[in-house]
């Protein structure tokens, strides 16, 4: 089925926001030159403009005319355990670059996250994230053997480990993300093209299965000129553990 318009709208604006065709501080084609473009009506344009609002790429509205703010894309935290996935649905092209996987006894920080004793055997995951060919994130991931050991055998550079371990079966039901601020240690800075010390916005996060039993934690970090967070609520909603959205170039 195709997609519906306003979506390809929007994606068409933020490829053109994020490869700089429209800077920041530029203004965005005016409705009718857009509706001309894509030959709509006003009501899937004004839906793409509304879209890309609310993940703060662009300002403007109530008369203004719309300007970029931001060269950011918004990432639901729906989305967050596929890295792979998100890039695509919004016409992005994801890449990874694995550096190492390894067995290993678990660290200490590893065996609390996954309540398991200290020095059972996990599979340890390096690998640097890119978006368009521009390195993003540094994913510092560690799986309970008997998930970890499901990638041993595979490519991890083939997209998404995600995808690849719920096709096996696996159970990713539930992810619990504590985000905060850290300053690049060496191998952060080397491989994100930092200075060291520069500040890095980190994701650790925890997965378990519907039954709650840990399959994965991760510590994931992000330069912080390709990625912002924004938390969204509402009273109407039911209280839940996490109602965050990042945001992602």
Known sequence: MDEPLHRRIAADLRRRIADHELPVGSALPSESHLCEQWGASRAPVRQALAALRAEGLIGGGQGKPPVVRSTAV????ETFLSFSRWALDHGRVPGQR??????????????????????DPVVDLLRLRLLDG??????????????GRLLLDHDCDEGSIFAFLAARGVDLTHARHVIDAVAADP????????????????ERRHTTSAA??????????????????????????????????????
């Open 74 to 77: 918004s990432q639901p935290f």
């Open 98 to 119: 694995t550096l190492e996987i390894t067995r290993r006894p678990a660290s200490p920080e590893a065996a609390e996250a996954l309540s398991l004793p200290d020095g």
């Open 134 to 147: 521009i390195p993003v994130m540094l994913e510092r991931t560690t799986f309970v053997w008997p998930v």
């Open 187 to 202: 191998v952060d800075a080397d491989l994100l093209g930092l200075p060291p010390g520069a500040p890095l916005l980190r």
């Open 212 to 249: 709650g039993e840990p399959v994965e934690y991760s510590d994931d970090r992000y330069r912080p000129d390709a990625v912002s967070f924004t938390i969204e609520n509402s009273q109407r909603a039911r209280p839940a553990l996490l109602r965050t959205r990042g945001r992602m170039p």
